[in-house]
Each structure stands twice: as structure tokens, then as C-alpha cells.
């Protein structure tokens, strides 16, 4: 009786297997139908709205090419217009013509400052305050520019106007340029060779003024060691009035030569006190005449060693250097390069023309709107 229930239960097992395995397929069957129909769905609504973006675009060009054609006499006479008034506001009667004059320079002379390479620091310099105020004072700007500095933010219109007409950059090449902008080329020219000019003094006196601060301190350095050598003197010199110590190495030789000469010849002999009192002084100071002379030396050397710093020194503080080489020299230009009046009046035709479409499209679009 076991055998046969056994078996109707491993048969029933398997049938349940067999149910939930075509379950699981007609559950996968239709997720990939569903999955397939999304896509579908997806590509049609994509198709339709870029059919839809694509025509919306193309009615949108023909009714702006159609309103344009219909209003064109009024296209035409509104370029005309606008080519006629700009062509007048920027001629020179109206905007001042201005003339460019340029400089390209390379940093020269110049130590960098930590990660800072030179053409920075030139950079740096040229931008400075004091040699904005230099070209400013030296070329009565306020009065060239027509700002009266009294008035209230004067001086930062002053600035502003100084930095609209004058441009430092560095080019790619890691060298400087120096633009000026004036109505008169010359003085345009003028001004950057006066910038020029004016770096050079600045960047001479930044240096000086460090070089001067090193000079005090190696002054100081050699006052030193020149009173140090002064006393030692002074007691070199004590000793050799008093106790006759002239050179302790030679001396020290010869006075035991003659010492034990002396002794072999008697105590009694002639010079005996007078070598005597020799070898009790060398005995007595010769420690410390030879211990003074030696410091005496290597203070002296050290001396020596400072004033070649000292003369080095004083002969960079006083060097004419500039700080610049000049690759393209300035020269005055002999074309504006201020107002470019092709383009003004290429721009002011474009947009009043542009002004009229967007207008007539709001008058059109008002007359379909109103019954």
C-alpha cells in the first residue's frame, strides 16, 4: 500500500513543477509583449512630436518669411534708416575717433616671488596703482577725459575711463601686451612708452628698497666684527709692548734654543736674566697671545669676506637696470581703430529690423486673436 502512494505523491509533485514552470513562462511571455508594446508607444509619440517640433518649425519660418515679404517697403526703409543714422552717430563729427598704439614685452631682471613666475609679476606691476597715477598725473587724463574729479565718485569714473582706454595682458607666448587708446595717435604712442618708463622706475625702486635693507644688515654685520677686531687689536698690541711677544711660534723656538744654550754655559752667563725674562713671559702669555691671534685672523678673514658682500651690494643698489625687453616697439598708428563703423552699422540695421518683425508678428498675432 506504501509503494503506490509514494508514487501518486512524487506524480502529483511533478505535476505542480510542470504547472508553475508554464506559469512562469506565460508570466515572462507577457511582460516581453507588454515591454514591446512601451517601445512601440515610445517610438510613436517620439515620431509624432518630432514630426510635430519639425512642422511647427517650418510654419513658424514660412509665416516670418511670409510677414516679411508682406511688409517688406517698410523692411527696406528701416534698414535704410537705420544704415543712414548709424553711419552719421558714428562718424567722427558725433564719436571721436580713437587710434591704438601697442606695446609687446618681456619680463627682464626680474626674481620671482615663490610659484610666481615673472610675467606675473610683471603683470602685477603694470597693474599697479602708482603707475596708473603716474600716466594719469603725466598726461592730465582728467582733463583729456572730461571728468571733473571733485565731483562725487570722480575719481572712480577717472579710473574706469583710464582702464577702458588702457589694457595690460599676458599673451600666450608668456609675454606682456600694453595697449593704449587715445583721439590723438601720438599720445597714445606716448602713453604706453611712459607705462613702460614707469615700470621700470617702480620695479628699480622695489628692488633698491630691498637692496637697501640688505645693506643696512651687512653694515651692521662689519661694525661688528670691527669692534671685535679693534679689541683684539688692543690686546695684541698689550702684549707686545709688555711682554715683547712679537710672534709666538718663532719666538718660542728661538728663546728655547737660547735657553738651553745659556744653561749649558752656566747661569752666570751673559743674557741669562734677559732670556730668562723671555721664556717666564711666553710661559705666562703666550697661551694667550697665540689663542688672541688666531681669533684675530679668522675675525679678519671674516671681515674681509663681508665687504666683498658689502661692495657687491652697494654696487646693485646703484645699478641703472630696466626691467623689460621690448619685442614690438610702440609707434603712433595711422588708422582708428575706434569707432569700427562697419559693424555699428551692420548691427543697428539688424536689430531694427529685428524690432519691426517682432512688432508686426504682435500686431498680426492681435488681429487673429480680436474678432
Request: with cysteine; aromatic share 10%.
Amino acid at each position: 500500500m506504501k509503494e503506490p502512494i509514494k508514487e501518486q505523491v512524487i506524480e502529483n509533485v511533478k505535476a505542480q513543477e510542470e504547472e508553475q514552470r508554464q506559469e512562469k513562462q506565460e508570466s515572462e511571455s507577457v511582460k516581453n509583449k507588454i515591454k514591446t508594446l512601451i517601445k512601440e508607444q515610445e517610438q510613436f509619440f517620439y515620431n509624432n512630436s518630432k514630426r510635430s517640433t519639425m512642422e511647427d518649425y517650418t510654419e513658424n519660418s514660412y509665416y516670418f518669411i511670409k510677414l516679411i515679404l508682406k511688409w517688406k517697403k517698410h523692411f527696406i526703409i528701416v534698414t535704410a534708416i537705420a544704415v543712414v543714422a548709424a553711419a552719421v552717430f558714428s562718424s567722427e563729427y558725433i564719436i571721436k575717433p580713437k587710434y591704438k598704439s601697442f606695446a609687446i614685452v618681456y619680463p627682464a631682471n626680474l626674481s620671482p616671488y615663490g610659484s610666481e613666475s615673472t610675467s606675473e609679476q610683471l603683470l602685477q606691476l603694470l597693474e599697479s596703482a602708482d603707475i596708473r597715477n603716474t600716466i594719469i598725473n603725466k598726461f592730465n587724463l582728467a582733463t583729456r577725459y572730461n571728468i571733473d574729479t571733485a565731483a562725487k565718485a570722480g575719481h572712480a569714473s577717472l579710473i574706469a575711463a583710464y582702464e577702458s582706454n588702457v589694457e595690460v595682458k599676458r599673451t600666450e607666448y608668456e609675454s606682456i601686451e600694453i595697449k593704449a587708446l587715445d583721439t590723438d595717435p601720438q599720445v597714445a604712442c606716448d602713453m604706453v612708452n611712459e607705462i613702460i618708463n614707469a615700470l621700470n622706475l617702480k620695479a628699480r625702486k622695489l628692488q633698491r628698497d630691498k637692496t637697501a635693507e640688505f645693506l643696512v644688515i651687512i653694515t651692521n654685520q662689519m661694525n661688528a666684527k670691527r669692534f671685535q677686531l679693534d679689541s683684539l687689536n688692543t690686546i695684541l698690541e698689550s702684549l707686545r709692548v709688555k711682554y715683547q711677544i712679537l710672534d709666538y711660534n718663532s719666538q718660542a723656538k728661538e728663546v728655547v734654543k737660547s735657553y738651553l744654550k745659556v744653561l749649558g754655559s752656566g747661569k752666570n752667563s751673559n743674557g741669562y736674566k734677559d732670556i730668562d725674562v723671555m721664556m717666564r713671559n711666553l710661559e705666562e702669555k703666550g697661551g694667550e697671545y697665540y689663542e688672541a691671534i688666531r681669533t684675530f685672523d679668522a675675525a679678519l678673514a671674516y671681515y674681509h669676506s663681508i665687504k666683498m658682500d658689502y661692495d657687491n651690494v652697494k654696487k646693485d643698489l646703484y645699478k641703472e637696470l630696466t626691467y623689460t625687453n621690448i619685442v614690438t616697439k610702440p609707434s603712433p598708428a595711422d588708422k582708428k581703430s575706434y569707432p569700427i563703423r562697419w559693424l555699428i552699422v551692420v548691427a543697428s540695421a539688424a536689430s531694427a529690423n529685428l524690432f519691426l518683425l517682432l512688432l508686426l508678428a504682435l500686431i498680426d498675432a492681435k488681429k487673429k486673436i480680436t474678432p
